[in-house]
Nanobody, 122 residues
Framework: QVHVVESGGGLVQAGESLRLSCAAS????????MGWYRQAPGKQRELVAT???????NYADSVKSRFSISRDSAKNTVYLQMNSLKAEDTAVYYC????????????????WGQGTQVTVSS
């Protein structure tokens, strides 16, 4: 069983920064993609950023110039540095981890954290 735990959320003023962390632990063969999604009240969950095991990253247009995703593969940990936060960034942020079960043939499954609240006051 794999556990995914996020940390680092909180309440900040607009323009300030926060750093989210997410660690996966348990029975892990390998991890492919890690990332962050968010869900604001009354809205669907949306992609924020992902990072592949190769280091390739993908960002939502709304955060591209302000957020930065990174990972420490040795620690099965992913980070999200959020700068210049805006009120519209307020949401619950969920960590996403793609756990690899086998490489040949390739098989994986997705697992999620419980979420961490980020609130930005304007």
């Amino acid at each position: 069983q794999v556990h995914v735990v996020e940390s680092g959320g909180g309440l900040v003023q607009a323009g300030e920064s926060l750093r989210l962390s997410c660690a996966a632990s348990g029975s892990i063969f390998s991890i492919n993609t890690m990332g962050w999604y968010r869900q604001a009240p009354g809205k669907q969950r949306e992609l924020v950023a992902t990072i592949h095991s190769t280091g390739s990253t993908n960002y939502a247009d709304s955060v591209k110039s302000r957020f930065s995703i990174s990972r420490d593969s040795a620690k099965n940990t992913v980070y999200l540095q959020m700068n210049s936060l805006k009120a519209e960034d307020t949401a619950v942020y969920y960590c996403y981890v793609e756990i690899v079960k086998t490489r040949v043939p390739y098989a994986s499954y997705d697992t999620w954290g419980q979420g961490t609240q980020v609130t930005v006051s304007s």
